[in-house]
């Protein structure tokens, strides 16, 4: 559903310093670098693995995660990990990661509807693997858990599980599960509705919804996951998450249809 990036290019000089160090940090000084894309610039491929930059604290977490949603999802396998002090005197540290086979299921450009629905049903079903997974001690709860599922046992969220941070293959199987940057421990209903939220409400999806391949994706994921069956306080929970989530990057306008869908749909304010 979400549009896919140019593929990656990095000539030398537009590898900022950081990236250059972590890398040196690991020894691995003569491997080319090459971004992967996305908002913050964590993610750089390095030869045939990944390195994944970030601060300390929060990149440990991600391993403890990883570790945990390896029983039942495929993500990467960490390598190595290392801290180091960047060009701005900040603590960083750095892991390098396998680079998984397969592609993300938002690449829908040769593909056709009934491939992208098959590809959103096995999407769809890494839900319930994940609500399987106990959360590793001392992870972070989500926020504002709605009052009716305050006593739902936790399971493992991811929080940001779309056809970007999903892989798969070509013959269909779902081959790795990447960034557990925003993951907490929760009601497994709320990674549904934090999923359908992203795949329904997002602005960079919106002109997506009639195109052919991408309302397959979404059917298949939606069939899969249950979507239909998710409660209004899960669904109100997501849009709040989202209007906090995107906050800083879109001008208010630019997200009143979640704002509306809230009030107009759910019947419940902001």
């Keep these: 559903m979400l549009t896919m990036p140019s593929p ?31 908002t913050t610039g964590s993610a750089w491929a390095c030869g045939a693995d990944v390195l994944r930059i970030g601060n300390p604290a929060d990149l440990r977490r ?50 056709s509807p009934a491939r992208a629905h098959c590809w959103g049903d096995v999407c769809g079903h890494l839900h319930a693997a994940l609500a399987t997974v106990s959360p590793p001690p001392g992870l972070r709860a989500a926020p504002a858990v709605p009052t009716s599922q305050a006593s739902a046992t936790h399971s493992l969220l991811h929080l ?11 013959a269909g199987d779902v081959s790795g599960v990447l960034d557990w940057a925003n993951a907490a421990a929760g009601p497994a209903v709320l990674d549904r509705a934090r999923t359908w939220s992203i795949l329904t409400l997002a602005p960079e999806v919106l002109s997506l919804r009639n195109e052919p391949r991408s309302k397959a994706l979404l059917h298949g994921w939606t069939r899969s996951a249950g979507f239909e069956h998710l409660p209004t306080a899960a669904r109100a929970w997501a849009c709040r998450f989202m209007l906090d989530d995107l906050a800083m990057r879109y001008p208010a306008s630019r997200l009143d249809h979640i704002r509306q869908y809230l009030t107009d749909d759910l019947g419940v304010g902001t």
């Design 62 to 111: 991600e391993v403890l995660v990883m570790q945990a949603a390896s029983r039942a999802v495929p993500v990467p396998e960490v390598l190595a990990t290392a801290e180091f002090i960047d060009d701005q005197q900040r603590p960083r540290a750095v892991l390098l990661l396998t680079r998984l086979p397969g592609r993300p299921a938002a690449d829908l450009a040769d593909v």
């Design 160 to 170: 940001d599980l779309h056809p970007l941070n999903v892989l798969v293959t070509e």
């Design 8 to 38: 990656p290019r990095s000539s030398p000089s537009a590898v900022p310093v950081g990236a250059r160090l972590a890398a040196a940090t690991l020894g691995l000084i003569r491997e080319p670098l090459v971004s992967l894309g996305g």
